[in-house]
């Protein structure tokens, strides 16, 4: 009988740590359960992110493809652009050098 006595007795003190550890049990579960929808929110904030880096990259990756043709054509309308200069100031030389010549030739100048 002692023999069962302790044994009953081993339980009880058992069951009563547990039952003054179970306030705490339940809070921490409060606590996991409030960390783990934060930590789900997170996560479809970083699926949202990841699909915006993958969007940019998309991106990204066509302007590095066109880049060559755009360096080129840019390199090109640099060109048109310098060559449409030089011909309106050889344009404009002439134009000047005609007035010259031709205001000293008839004496409109004097």
Do not use: C, Q
Request: hydrophobic letters at 50%; a neutral charge; aromatic letters at 4%.
């Amino acid at each position: 009988m002692l023999l069962m006595d302790e044994r009953i007795t081993t339980v009880e003190i058992k069951v009563d740590t547990m039952a003054k550890e179970l306030p705490e049990i339940k809070s921490l579960l409060k606590d996991m359960t409030e960390y783990l929808s934060k930590l789900a929110v997170l996560n479809v904030e970083k699926d949202h992110l990841v699909a915006a880096v993958d969007k940019n990259t998309n991106r990204l990756d066509k302007i590095e493809e066109a880049m060559p043709t755009i360096k080129l054509a840019s390199s090109w309308v640099f060109k048109a652009v310098l060559v449409i200069m030089g011909l309106l100031g050889v344009s404009f030389i002439g134009v000047v050098l005609k007035i010259i010549l031709f205001g000293l030739n008839t004496g409109v100048l004097k």
